[in-house]
């Protein structure tokens, strides 16, 4: 069996690899009269969604190289980042590639072409470039803007009394408004999951800007972490306590974020939800099953008196352009595109993204969206999208031992430190 699991692990490899065609070939000639093929692996093409977003973005660079043909290959999304690994030991693969923000593009860099050079002429209307930039440099040019709302449930809060206009500014007023509307309605206070222990990541980000000061807020972004602090503690022995105390839809160890968490609060089973701005779990998602009039963002309650609550966000996602490729203008050109007004347009539209491009009007979009675009220019970085993907994945680890009561939070802390300082 592990032989069978060995070679099923290479086919798929060999597979992905199979879909690189060669970067376009313009030879002698310039840019504009490139001939050729560029390959762009992404898990966002094949989305019906979409689909407009795509066709806009290729319409756009056919204007400038329409010699060069565009194959997007979308690979499924858990397999991605093994796929791309591979690629990338093998020094071939796509010549645009499609990137998280923060460690899984960090961590890769060595094999990615910088783009300063070439976004120069985006740097104002394009949002979100920092998620993509390490040691000062861009490597991806950013598509939409992920961050971590907290969402709830108008129609719940009216249910159980509260003014869904007023929602709680501190956090023992927080516990007492979902204590009100457990028992006006049965609805749990969060919908949680973290089967993949990704539920931490959201919990983190979403709820740290209340429970960190100012300056460890921005100390944490810069790299310059205090994992004694009891502030930092304070964030994982509350993951711990709400959970304790029932305030967790059920099983949050063995429900997952995507997307049996989000349907626990599209169903009005949770009074609230921490969310994403854009690709699942967002507005556009949410206003589908529960209109959308009737879903709010409300910042995160103040646990440590004295912090300033703010909207933890970064760019979402972004494409990169591999150092292999054989033109990078005409590969830095198709990124572009693919974060054209035009093309982000269709992405908000369709998607219900929110996209990088901030010229994009978005005012008839519903409360929720007027909220989060309200709270974008005192919006911060999301906290875990700061530290390195092997942590985040330790960080998964150990927020489910913290649930289930197999560690404590000062030997979880201790254990996530080392890995932080280790790099």
């Known amino acids: 069996m592990k032989q069978r699991a060995r070679w099923s ?109 070439y976004v120069g002429e985006d740097k104002q209307r394009l949002a ?27 129609s719940l809060y009216r249910k159980a009394g509260l003014d869904p206009e007023q929602p709680a500014t501190t956090w023992d007023t927080f516990v007492a408004d979902c204590q009100a509307i457990t028992k006006a309605t049965k609805a749990k206070c969060f919908a949680q999951g973290n089967k993949e222990g990704i539920g931490i990541q959201f919990f983190l980000s ?6 960190l000061t100012t300056q460890e807020y921005d100390d944490w972004i810069a790299g310059k972490r205090n994992w004694n602090s009891p502030n930092v503690k304070r964030v994982f022995s509350l993951w711990k306590e709400v959970n304790d105390k029932g305030l967790n839809s059920d099983g949050a160890n063995s429900t997952a974020m995507f997307n049996d968490a989000f349907a626990v609060f599209q169903s009005s089973k949770a009074s609230h939800v921490i969310g994403l701005m854009s690709d ?32 933890p966000y970064d760019g979402g996602i972004g494409y990169a352009v591999a150092k292999w490729t054989k033109d990078p203008t005409v590969a830095a050109d198709l990124v572009r595109s693919l974060t054209s007004t035009d093309a982000l347009k269709a992405f908000y539209a369709d998607a219900g993204a929110i996209a990088s491009d901030t010229t994009i009007d978005v005012s008839s979009a519903g409360p929720a969206v007027a909220a989060i675009v309200s709270d974008l220019k005192e919006g911060k970085p999301a906290l875990h999208v700061a530290l390195s993907s092997k942590t985040i994945e330790l960080m998964g680890r150990l927020s489910q ?8 939070v000062d030997k979880a802390v201790e254990q996530l430190a080392k890995s932080d300082q280790a790099g």
């Open 9 to 117: 692990a290479v086919l798929i490899v060999g597979l992905a690899l199979a879909g690189c065609g060669s970067a376009s070939d313009s030879g002698d000639k310039p840019s504009g009269g490139a001939t050729g093929k560029l390959v762009v692996w992404d898990w966002k093409s094949g989305d019906a969604t979409a689909k407009s977003y795509i066709e806009k973005a290729k319409a756009d660079f056919a204007k400038k190289h329409s010699g060069v043909t565009v194959e997007f290959v979308a690979q499924p999304f858990e397999q991605y980042y093994t796929l791309l690994g591979a690629a990338i030991q093998a020094g071939k693969g796509p010549d645009v590639m499609l990137f998280n923000g923060g460690g899984q593009i960090r961590d890769r860099v060595d094999a990615l072409l910088p783009l300063d050079q």
């Open 280 to 311: 699942i779990g967002h507005w556009k998602d949410f206003a589908e099953f529960l209109e959308a009039d009737n879903v709010g963002v409300m910042k995160a309650p103040v646990v440590t008196p004295g912090t300033t609550p703010s909207l």
């Open 128 to 154: 979100g470039w920092d998620a993509f930039t390490k040691d000062s440099k861009i490597y991806a040019a950013p598509v939409t803007l992920q961050g971590h709302p907290i969402y709830y449930n108008r």
């Open 401 to 408: 031992q913290l649930l289930s009561g197999s560690i404590t």
């Open 206 to 211: 979403g709820l740290g800007s209340g429970i």
